[in-house]
């Protein structure tokens, strides 16, 4: 493989013009011969640069509206042929194709033209064809050919140009053909993740990309190498935040703060909501009259837990908030915005991380969950399900009060984001207890209503929080030893699916017990 190879002509034919005129003038102060296509060739001619159409070099206008332009084998032939191969080598001399030595496409902005929701038909001519082509073949005769498809290497182009007097090197342009078949593979994963959702047909084979926003100094521990990639997504989140101040978040710091921001948004943001998170799983989740009240009411669920954990709001953070989270070591925090008095008062935090983005996620939205296992993967749908009144069915002689109705709605709400199996005691719109994780159902009731206890006692209470509280359990209760103990711990009223082989036999046991029980008919498991 020749090393360097001098750039004598480069082709250009970009949808992102972002710094498109100060490469042409750099090239061209290289002394290097412009090719372009429509509107890359205006721009440049417009500049002043002295550009060549492809379409005097191929012979053919440009037609069907732009779809043909550049699949002629004047360009591909110069991008794909051998220099150092006789029989190439000839048969460029019989039909007069000149080698194309860099080649700078940009594809169309396809991902955008989706995100933005376009009709069908525009997105469809948002799908690039001779942009990937062309880059795929300059990017396996890497050898001869340099191509950069990412503005972001603009300036890594020229420093190299500059180094070897005009000239790439093969170390360099190995780097940049494996970049243009990282970028090809996410948009052709972006255009058949389009067609399937579309046309309604599930994928036969399935692809995901990402783009890397972060390497990261290890996964979940420190022998797990890992780094942050980000989709072309605009669900608000930890891949759309702005971060004001901290040292960069680690892959735990991202998971959980994921996990802090999904379970925040749950909630109406019109009432000031607070979920702080703790290796995943929420230590204290509540709402309250003011952002500050409902911190200090989540914080008092598991003050032990609390400490190093990430706390997610559902409205704009304020300076008395603030005050309060700076009590105790955070890790990260995360909101739609913050005011000038609570950055001033994180300002002297050095190390907590703040997060705003603008908006919270809609969990009713759909999307796609993807776990790695063993061979393959897993793929599903977000769990998007929401449930209201309307939707409980009270299966007990007794029905909940409204009270106890508006607790357990809140309180089935943070058992979606609960590991499975999950158990959670709420009351007045707060959590008390927290059972997460368990292999039994039991095991969580009586964690949850153990943790309740401790509580009670670290803050002198005369009684301990689960009394007069509701349950909110992710699954059915397959038998009523579950209910019982919640009952037992104080518990009044109970929310869960419904669908065991015993129903009938845990319902009798509730009316027994006097508790109130609604059924939901939809599963959370989270695992």
């Given at each position: 493989?020749?090393?360097?190879?001098?750039?004598?002509?480069?082709?250009?034919?970009?949808?992102?013009?972002?710094?498109?005129?100060d490469l042409g003038q750099a090239l061209a102060g290289h002394g290097i011969e412009l090719l372009s296509t429509g509107g890359t060739a205006a721009t440049l001619r417009d500049a002043g640069l002295r550009v060549r159409d492809v379409s005097e070099v191929t012979?053919?206008?440009?037609?069907?509206?732009?779809?043909?332009?550049?699949?002629?084998?004047?360009?591909?032939?110069?991008?794909?042929?051998?220099?150092?191969?006789?029989?190439?080598?000839?048969?460029?001399?019989?039909?007069?194709?000149?080698?194309?030595?860099?080649?700078?496409?940009?594809?169309?902005?396809?991902?955008?033209?989706?995100?933005?929701?376009?009709?069908?038909?525009?997105?469809?001519?948002?799908?690039?064809?001779?942009?990937?082509?062309?880059?795929?073949?300059?990017?396996?005769?890497?050898?001869?050919?340099?191509?950069?498809?990412?503005?972001?290497?603009?300036?890594?182009?020229?420093?190299?140009?500059?180094?070897?007097?005009?000239?790439?090197?093969?170390?360099?342009?190995?780097?940049?053909?494996?970049?243009?078949?990282?970028?090809?593979?996410?948009?052709?994963?972006?255009?058949?993740?389009?067609?399937?959702?579309?046309?309604?047909?599930?994928?036969?084979?399935?692809?995901?990309?990402?783009?890397?926003?972060?390497?990261?100094?290890?996964?979940?521990?420190?022998?797990?190498?890992?780094?942050?990639?980000?989709?072309?997504?605009?669900?608000?989140?930890?891949?759309?935040?702005?971060?004001?101040?901290?040292?960069?978040?680690?892959?735990?710091?991202?998971?959980?703060?994921?996990?802090?921001?999904?379970?925040?948004?749950?909630?109406?943001?019109?009432?000031?909501?607070?979920?702080?998170?703790?290796?995943?799983?929420?230590?204290?989740?509540?709402?309250?009259?003011?952002?500050?009240?409902?911190?200090?009411?989540?914080?008092?669920?598991?003050?032990?837990?609390?400490?190093?954990?990430?706390?997610?709001?559902?409205?704009?953070?304020?300076?008395?908030?603030?005050?309060?989270?700076?009590?105790?070591?955070?890790?990260?925090?995360?909101?739609?915005?913050?005011?000038?008095?609570?950055?001033?008062?994180?300002?002297?935090?050095?190390?907590?991380?703040?997060?705003?983005?603008?908006?919270?996620?809609?969990?009713?939205?759909?999307?796609?969950?993807?776990?790695?296992?063993?061979?393959?993967?897993?793929?599903?749908?977000?769990?998007?399900?929401?449930?209201?009144?309307?939707?409980?069915?009270?299966?007990?002689?007794?029905?909940?009060?409204?009270?106890?109705?508006?607790?357990?709605?809140?309180?089935?709400?943070?058992?979606?984001?609960?590991?499975?199996?999950?158990?959670?005691?709420?009351?007045?719109?707060?959590?008390?207890?927290?059972?997460?994780?368990?292999?039994?159902?039991?095991?969580?009731?009586?964690?949850?209503?153990?943790?309740?206890?401790?509580?009670?006692?670290?803050?002198?209470?005369?009684?301990?929080?689960?009394?007069?509280?509701?349950?909110?359990?992710?699954?059915?209760?397959?038998?009523?030893?579950?209910?019982?103990?919640?009952?037992?711990?104080?518990?009044?009223?109970?929310?869960?699916?419904?669908?065991?082989?015993?129903?009938?036999?845990?319902?009798?046991?509730?009316?027994?017990?006097?508790?109130?029980?609604?059924?939901?008919?939809?599963?959370?498991?989270?695992?």
């Amino acid at each position: 493989m020749p090393d360097p190879v001098l750039i004598r002509r480069a082709l250009i034919s970009v949808s992102d013009k972002a710094g498109l005129v100060d490469l042409g003038q750099a090239l061209a102060g290289h002394g290097i011969e412009l090719l372009s296509t429509g509107g890359t060739a205006a721009t440049l001619r417009d500049a002043g640069l002295r550009v060549r159409d492809v379409s005097e070099v191929t012979g053919f206008p440009e037609m069907m509206d732009g779809r043909v332009k550049t699949l002629h084998p004047m360009v591909h032939g110069g991008l794909l042929a051998l220099r150092d191969n006789p029989g190439h080598a000839a048969a460029m001399e019989v039909h007069g194709i000149a080698p194309i030595d860099l080649l700078v496409v940009n594809l169309y902005p396809f991902e955008a033209t989706v995100t933005r929701g376009a009709s069908p038909e525009e997105t469809i001519e948002n799908i690039d064809i001779g942009g990937p082509a062309m880059l795929r073949a300059a990017a396996k005769n890497h050898a001869h050919v340099a191509v950069v498809t990412d503005p972001e290497d603009y300036g890594a182009l020229l420093d190299e140009l500059g180094a070897t007097g005009g000239a790439t090197g093969l170390a360099f342009r190995q780097r940049l053909a494996q970049t243009v078949y990282e970028r090809t593979a996410a948009y052709d994963a972006a255009v058949s993740g389009w067609m399937a959702q579309h046309f309604g047909n599930a994928p036969r084979r399935q692809v995901f990309g990402g783009r890397r926003a972060q390497s990261l100094r290890y996964g979940e521990n420190p022998h797990q190498s890992a780094a942050f990639l980000v989709s072309d997504t605009t669900r608000p989140g930890v891949a759309t935040a702005q971060q004001w101040q901290g040292k960069e978040l680690s892959y735990n710091n991202l998971n959980d703060t994921d996990a802090a921001f999904e379970l925040v948004a749950e909630f109406d943001p019109t009432v000031p909501a607070c979920a702080i998170i703790k290796h995943a799983n929420p230590c204290g989740v509540a709402t309250g009259a003011t952002l500050a009240e409902a911190y200090a009411r989540a914080f008092d669920c598991d003050r032990t837990s609390a400490f190093g954990g990430i706390v997610a709001l559902n409205q704009v953070l304020d300076g008395p908030t603030a005050e309060r989270i700076v009590e105790i070591f955070t890790e990260v925090v995360i909101a739609p915005g913050a005011d000038d008095a609570a950055r001033a008062v994180f300002a002297a935090k050095k190390n907590l991380r703040l997060l705003t983005t603008d908006a919270l996620p809609d969990p009713a939205a759909p999307g796609q969950m993807i776990k790695q296992v063993s061979g393959g993967f897993l793929v599903q749908g977000r769990d998007n399900g929401v449930i209201g009144a309307a939707d409980l069915k009270v299966v007990t002689q007794r029905a909940p009060t409204d009270a106890e109705l508006a607790d357990l709605l809140f309180a089935w709400k943070v058992a979606k984001h609960v590991k499975s199996n999950a158990i959670v005691y709420a009351k007045d719109g707060a959590t008390v207890g927290i059972g997460a994780g368990q292999m039994s159902r039991v095991d969580s009731t009586r964690i949850a209503a153990r943790k309740a206890q401790d509580m009670a006692d670290a803050l002198g209470l005369p009684a301990t929080p689960a009394a007069g509280s509701v349950v909110a359990s992710d699954a059915f209760f397959p038998f009523a030893d579950g209910l019982l103990a919640a009952a037992e711990a104080g518990a009044r009223a109970i929310i869960q699916p419904g669908g065991s082989m015993r129903d009938d036999d845990v319902i009798a046991a509730a009316d027994a017990a006097g508790l109130a029980m609604v059924f939901t008919g939809q599963r959370h498991f989270r695992h």
